[in-house]
């Protein structure tokens, strides 16, 4: 089967600084300020085309960072990623333009992806009506609620049908109607065959939902594979870690911390 997306040993580092005058420093001064921190290192895994893949971790462990870079919109820092196909990312923050109008951020969207005007005047409707935003379509998205701002990028990123489709969080927003109608539609786009990566904190959603699963702890990669037996052992995780007292979680997190700013000659393999 055709391979839709292949990580090898993807990396991203950024670098956090104490303060204005250090991020500065680092800008016009040789030598190194900040300190180095791995929102990901060393992720790899293969996604076949049609395969449906959830995203999970406890915050912070790097989903909406490898989804970013899965859409293209960050680079990696290092490692390569091997993508076949047009990508879309669905997010709460949507990527949309808010000084413009719904109309005209389907329009831009549309044209950017290729979409001729005809075509585009085709779809108009079909994305409104899902979008629910017939009366304020020709409102600047500035005024829009999270969540019209967020059924407007479902509905936009959903509706021009790429080969993997990236949903962030997408669901987290706005009403169970809505949501329970983009599940819907996310069912549609998983039956005709297409690619998809699915971020969610809700296990029940990634179960009914994924055939695979890939794990991230504090950036690195705790399991993937088939979603069932991922899944088993994020939830004995969780329930673990949802007793831990607020101390030992917290214990737990500085812990993560630590090891995402270790460089990487002095990191020992996970257990
Ligand atoms: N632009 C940035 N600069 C510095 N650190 C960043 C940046 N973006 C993300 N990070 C850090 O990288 C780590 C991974 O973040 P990311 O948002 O990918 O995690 P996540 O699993 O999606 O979290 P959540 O479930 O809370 O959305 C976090 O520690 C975050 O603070």
Redesign the pocket.
């Known amino acids: 089967m055709t391979k839709a997306v292949v990580a090898k040993n993807v990396t991203k580092k950024?670098k956090?600084y104490a303060g204005q005058t250090d991020r500065l420093k680092d800008l016009v001064l040789p030598g190194n300020f900040g300190k180095e921190?791995y929102?990901l290192r060393n992720v790899s895994f293969e996604a076949k085309q049609g395969d449906i893949i959830g995203l999970v971790?406890v915050?912070?462990?790097?989903?909406?960072?490898?989804s970013n870079i899965i859409a293209g919109i960050v680079p990696q820092t290092s490692g390569s990623i091997e993508i076949n196909g047009e990508t879309a990312i669905i997010d709460v923050s949507a990527g949309l333009n808010n000084k413009l109008t719904g109309r005209e951020n389907i329009k831009l969207k549309c044209l950017m992806l290729g979409f001729t005007n005809k075509e585009i005047k085709k779809m108009e409707p079909e994305i409104i009506e899902f979008a629910e935003l017939e009366t304020f379509i020709d409102q600047p998205v500035k005024s829009y609620s999270k969540g019209m701002k967020s059924r407007l990028g479902f509905s936009i990123n959903i509706s021009i049908n790429p080969d993997i489709l990236i949903v962030d969080?997408a669901l987290s927003v706005g009403d169970k109607a809505f949501a329970k109608k983009s599940l819907d539609k996310m069912k549609e786009f998983r039956d005709s065959g297409k690619t998809m990566f699915f971020?969610s904190?809700s296990s029940s959603q990634i179960k009914e939902f994924c055939n695979k699963a890939l794990w991230?702890e504090f950036?690195e990669t705790k399991a993937y594979g088939d979603m069932e037996d991922v899944m088993k052992e994020y939830d004995a995780f969780l329930k673990k870690y949802n007793k831990w007292s607020k101390k030992k979680r917290a214990a737990f997190r500085e812990e993560g911390f630590k090891r995402q700013s270790l460089p990487e000659k002095e990191l020992v393999t996970m257990s």
């Open positions: 950024f956090l921190f929102a971790g915050n912070g462990s790097g989903k909406s960072t490898l969080e971020v904190h991230l950036g």
